[in-house]
């Protein structure tokens, strides 16, 4: 198996659609320990019988935009695993009133959100985590094409995905010196509860099907087989990468 004894935090699991929720299952399969965040009560009745279902080695609560909380789960899971081999970093948030209309119109307070939350938490994980992880450690976060294009709708999350993939250049030359990679997966549309906020989705979703190279849309399993690519050793020279799995649309032109 590709991740035997191999442990595996996952952050952003929301439900059993969710594309964290696929890149977990994967990872079972491959022989890894896991152990899932949630936020707030509310959340756990739904991130609790998940980890169940995947026999988690436990759940913690963390709100990726609370340093008190981050640094309780760091001391949590050093007290239950010690180290950690696999980051999965997918989590992303902006007011929904921010993914409808015109950019232009974003508020200083939504900017804030979207980019706090859906970039620099991944910084800031990677900040609390290091100490935590292993030689030829794995952190993978999820990306759109709406960073390197502009995507209808998208608007302010576009821009935090693009914060989020410059993100992940800068600290894979951080983490690099202790041998530690990190990789972006940027994901065509998925049916998820994230993308139902998104005004025009479902156009997004057609379109995929009538224009990109494979005629279709890709699966939370697509996904989860390429982040377990880069959680194996199998991506062992890979860091810093930004890996499209689309159906090959991100190649086309007009």
């Not at 938490?121 to 990677?126: F, G, I, K, P, T």
């Amino acid at each position: 198996m590709l991740l035997k004894d191999k442990k595996a935090l996952i952050f952003g699991v929301a439900n059993n659609k969710s594309i964290a929720y696929g890149i977990a299952k994967a990872f079972k399969e491959q022989g890894a320990s896991l152990a899932f965040n949630y936020l707030g009560e509310a959340l756990k009745k739904r991130v609790q019988p998940l980890s169940k279902e995947l026999g988690g080695d436990f759940i913690f609560d963390c709100d990726v935009s609370n340093d008190e909380q981050i640094e309780q789960a760091k001391q949590l899971v050093e007290e239950k695993w010690g180290k950690v081999d696999i980051l999965i970093h997918s989590v992303a948030f902006a007011k929904r009133e921010d993914l409808k209309g015109r950019f232009i119109e974003t508020s200083r307070e939504g900017f804030h959100i979207a980019l706090d939350i859906s970039a620099y938490s991944l910084v800031r994980l990677c900040q609390a985590f290091e100490p935590l992880f292993t030689e030829q450690a794995s952190i993978i976060t999820l990306s759109y094409y709406g960073a390197q294009k502009v995507v209808r709708n998208y608007n302010v999350m576009g821009v935090a995905k693009a914060a989020l993939e410059a993100s992940v250049r800068y600290l894979a030359l951080d983490l690099g010196e202790n041998n530690i990679r990190i990789n972006a997966i940027s994901a065509g549309p998925i049916k998820t509860l994230a993308a139902s906020g998104i005004s025009g989705f479902k156009t997004i979703f057609k379109t995929i099907e009538e224009k990109a190279p494979l005629k279709r849309n890709v699966t939370q399993e697509d996904v989860a087989k390429t982040a377990l690519y880069l959680a194996s050793d199998l991506s062992s020279g890979v860091t810093g990468e930004v890996i499209f799995v689309d159906s090959g649309y991100n190649i086309l032109g007009i």
